[in-house]
């Protein structure tokens, strides 16, 4: 990677006590959802004061609605990428937690999706597999349907929802 290109990675910066706490929570899930090939790497992190803190990631291209905004719609190999990244953070233990999933998958110069923001995330516990059943980030996948349209939703993710809904008791998530 080029130095030049890590200006357009993300930065946050916070100023509180509070804020800093959070932002090395969302930093520690950025990292480990890096390491299981689901988010960008971490190029770089500093302290510029006591009560500061910020990261940068690697750039990525375009966000889902964006593909989805240029391509008409999303492709069948994007909606398998969808579930493999979901599933794998799953199995990680990490709950991304943020419904903006059109904001928060997007795609890396090599056409691979990337899930990014963990500002909301947290370790998955007992109650999410019992409510949520052994996958909990599935259910980010159903707010797709409004991005994407109930048709080519219904055809790309509805048959998956079916089948993972049917091994656990909680339908919520079908379309």
């Known amino acids: 990677m080029r130095e030049r290109d ?4 993300a930065m946050k910066t916070f100023k509180s006590r509070k804020s800093v706490a959070r932002i090395k929570r969302e930093l520690d899930f950025t990292r480990k959802a890096a390491r299981i090939g689901v988010g960008p790497p971490v190029l770089s992190e500093w302290e510029p004061s006591e009560n500061s803190r910020c990261f940068v990631v690697a750039p990525l291209e375009r966000t889902l609605t964006q593909m989805i905004r240029d391509e008409g719609s999303l492709s069948v190999d994007h909606a398998n990428q969808i579930f493999a990244l979901m ?4 199995d990680a233990r990490i709950l991304h937690n943020d419904p903006n999933i059109g904001l928060n998958i997007m795609e890396d110069d ?4 990337r899930v990014i923001d963990y500002g909301f995330s947290r370790a998955i516990n007992q109650e999410d597999l019992r409510k949520r059943g052994p996958d909990p980030n599935m259910r980010l996948v159903s707010y797709l349907k409004r991005l994407v349209g109930l048709e080519p939703f219904n055809k790309l993710f509805a048959p998956r929802l079916v089948a993972y809904s049917s091994t656990w008791h909680d339908k919520s998530i079908l379309p």
Do not use: M, Q
Request: aromatic content about 0%; proline content about 0%.
């Open 6 to 9: 890590a200006v357009l990675g």
């Open 87 to 90: 599933r794998r953070l799953s």
């Open 110 to 113: 090599t056409g691979k999706l």
